[in-house]
């Protein structure tokens, strides 16, 4: 079987549908009140694409809740499971192009989701859409397991698992090529306090979203610290009515490659 053959040969189709998924905005928007699209329209549209895409292949789809989906190729008892997700962090920060524009640029695509996860979901797709077409029969189901909510709370997968069995083995293509067996751990604080004072602050989107903003206000007149410390630091901000300092957006899994404006305020304060 001559894999690499196949995969050249499905490469126009496979940009086609991996740029349309990319082009819908599937950032969580909270609509608890609405049973058909409970985190946002944009999610469950991306959800309603590659299941639809799926079936049009061939594939066996479930669609669980609207807040997760499957996809199914081969027979037997045990199940190889591939989890993917078609949500993606919030399109914050300065883009050279547009977010969900799915520009094709030097071989790459560029856009929200196009290595989380949409791109790997779409690559996944078409990877079982080869084997399939190869007349490659498994011994194994091979399950590709579709969340929503990844990149918040985790409610998609586990409402999942709620109806659906757990699989015998399986991967996530959503982290370091070639592959990851470990990783280590994540914690979300939040720190609240009762006290109540002149200074205000705020940042942040999401906790995985290192924050490319952040603004505050003190009673305190700081006008020529805040000169000093940008001159410092090389940062770029405002002093007004508020005190907005500019960072740099990066995934949290990737601190290193941003800069948090949130904490460069809080050691100006």
């Not at 918040?152 to 015998?168: A, D, L, Q």
């Not at 090529?177 to 751990?185: A, D, H, T, V």
């Amino acid at each position: 079987m001559d894999f690499l053959k196949e995969a050249k040969k499905n490469e126009p189709k496979f940009l086609r549908h991996a740029c349309e998924l990319l082009q819908i905005d599937s950032v969580l928007v909270e609509t608890p009140e609405s049973s058909d699209a409970p985190f946002g329209p944009g999610i469950r549209q991306s959800l309603d694409y590659i299941l639809k895409l799926a079936r049009k292949f061939g594939f066996k789809t479930r669609d669980i809740g609207h807040v997760a989906g499957e996809i199914e190729y081969g027979e037997g008892d045990e199940i190889i499971g591939v989890l993917c997700h078609v949500d993606v962090v919030p399109a914050a920060g300065e883009w050279k192009y547009p977010p969900f524009g799915a520009t094709v640029e030097n071989g790459r695509i560029y856009g929200r989701g196009s290595s989380d996860d949409k791109g790997p979901a779409m690559a996944a797709l078409y990877a079982l859409k080869i084997l399939k077409d190869l007349n490659f029969e498994p011994n194994k189901r091979i399950r590709l397991i579709i969340g929503t909510d990844e990149e918040t709370s985790w409610r998609g997968i586990k409402k999942y698992f709620e109806k659906c069995e757990m699989p015998t083995m399986g991967f996530s293509p959503d982290a370091g090529f070639p592959l990851i067996y470990g990783e280590k751990g994540i914690m979300s604080i939040d720190l609240t306090s009762d006290r109540i004072n002149d200074l205000f602050v705020k940042s942040g989107v999401r906790y995985n979203v290192v924050p490319d903003f952040a603004e505050a206000k003190m009673e305190t007149d700081a006008k020529a610290d805040f000169a000093a410390f940008l001159s410092e630091t090389g940062l770029k901000g405002e002093y007004g009515d508020l005190i907005k300092l500019a960072g740099k957006n990066a995934h949290a899994m990737e601190p290193d490659n941003g800069i948090n404006a949130a904490i460069k305020l809080c050691m100006f304060l």
